[in-house]
């Protein structure tokens, strides 16, 4: 189970319980879109993989050097919150394996693009993505590239926001994530030492 930050980590987590899946991270940013905060002009993730959206980088008329000045904040960012949260265990395996990636929902669907080709580096059997909502687009993006492309809900709307199907929504911070992941941490230390014995 691979969990994007900020927002995937609780879903991912809890999804990873209930499947008694290992749970790792892989830190993807979106390069963001001036103006427009559900579009990207790509995604990175933390092993230097970039996706770039082609489409929106010729539409912004952004010469090489202005879009590798961009990609660069969006690593540092990447190396910032990689430290926050402290994600110091090893790597889960996944060569000939089935590997989830988990957000809290798609937008362009860049960012999780970006985290399947870092997971793909890695040799997976399938590679599956499952978010609860996404637009068509972003889905139909998503399945030229992955095995199969799960969601609660695929909108159709013109307009999307993730933030618009959920009942209460607010942007995880840093300091939010680092407490998702201490809690698994701790919940799989009591699972795998279960109760202390009376002796």
């Not at 202005?66 to 265990?89: A, M, P």
Request: glycine residues 6%; charged residues 25%; hydrophobic residues 45%.
């Amino acid at each position: 189970m691979v969990a994007i930050p900020n927002g995937g980590v609780p879903v991912a987590a809890e999804v990873a319980g209930a499947i008694k899946a290992d749970l790792e991270l892989v830190i993807c940013r979106k390069i963001p879109l001036l103006l427009n905060p559900e579009g990207s002009l790509g995604a990175a993730a933390d092993d230097g993989t970039v996706i770039l959206n082609e489409e929106a980088v010729k539409r912004i008329g952004f010469n090489r050097q202005q879009l590798e000045d961009e990609i660069g904040k969006v690593r540092s960012e990447i190396k910032q919150r990689s430290l926050l949260y402290k994600w110091d265990r090893p790597i889960v395996r996944v060569t000939g394996k089935t590997a989830i990636i988990i957000d809290d929902g798609l937008a362009s669907g860049f960012t999780m693009m970006a985290a399947v080709e870092s997971v793909r580096h890695r040799h997976p059997k399938e590679i599956v993505v499952a978010v609860p909502v996404a637009p068509a687009a972003a889905v139909k993006r998503l399945e030229r590239i992955v095995d199969r492309v799960i969601t609660c809900i695929t909108s159709f709307l013109p307009r999307f926001y993730v933030s618009d199907f959920y009942r209460s929504w607010h942007d995880l911070s840093d300091d939010d994530v680092a407490r998702y992941i201490k809690e698994w941490r701790m919940r799989q230390s009591s699972l795998n030492f279960g109760p202390l014995q009376e002796r």
